[in-house]
């Protein structure tokens, strides 16, 4: 007996070569990713800057409060005050036993002090050795003490010329925060006036 079986046309065998990629779709594909990579580091870089701007203002703002409760509070308690310039100040602070304590408070323009921008207190009058505290930090230098004499009615100029007259104290200061990937962070702060209430004056 014959069998016959129906022959179909089936395609060539392989000749041992595997299907890959063109250059063409190699750089289309590289391109594309190179696109992707891009935007995920801006959008990293931009939340970078965001979150150190955030940081920077919240730590100035508290530096900036913190430094004008400390200066406030020595200014009311002072009897008498000596303006070395208008970056510097020394308040006579009275203390519990009614003696008084020397205070500078000052704008450091030393390039090679460690204090160098910094609003700054230390003990004793402008010159003292001891020790300063830092109250805030990278300060610009239009940094400035006003001076001003008792409200009087009808007088609109209450700017003081001598330590004797002296009654109110303000403070200007600009600071900032420099990131290298953000732009700088700044804080403009205009005190209030602080009353010298222990201090007698003469107008």
């Known amino acids: 007996m014959t069998i016959s079986t129906r022959r179909t046309n089936l395609p060539a065998p392989a000749s041992g070569r595997r299907a890959g990629f063109t250059l063409v779709e190699v750089m289309v594909s590289a391109a594309i990713s190179g696109f992707i990579m891009t935007?995920?580091?801006?959008?990293?870089v931009m939340i970078g800057r965001s979150g150190f701007l955030a940081s920077s203002y919240s730590e100035l703002q508290s530096e900036t409060r913190r430094a004008l409760d400390i200066f406030g509070e020595?200014?009311?308690k002072a009897t008498e005050i000596w303006w070395n310039n208008s970056q510097s100040i020394t308040l006579y602070v009275a203390t519990s036993t009614n003696a008084t304590v020397a205070t500078t408070y000052a704008y450091d323009t030393d390039r090679r002090s460690r204090t160098y921008q910094c609003f700054y207190r230390v003990l004793g009058e402008d010159g003292s050795t001891q020790p300063r505290r830092i109250?805030?930090?990278?300060v610009a230098s239009d940094f400035a003490f006003q001076r001003y004499k008792l409200e009087r009615s009808g007088v609109t100029d209450n700017a003081a010329?001598?330590?004797?007259?002296?009654?109110?104290i303000q403070v200007t200061l600009r600071a900032s925060r420099v990131g290298a990937m953000a732009v700088?962070?700044?804080q403009n702060a205009l005190s209030a006036?602080?009353?010298l209430r222990n201090k007698r004056v003469s107008n």
């Open 39 to 44: 935007g995920v580091l801006a959008a990293f």
């Open 74 to 76: 020595d200014a009311r």
């Open 135 to 138: 109250l805030v930090r990278q």
């Open 161 to 168: 010329t001598s330590n004797l007259e002296t009654k109110q």
């Open 184 to 186: 700088a962070a700044n």
């Open 193 to 195: 006036r602080y009353i």
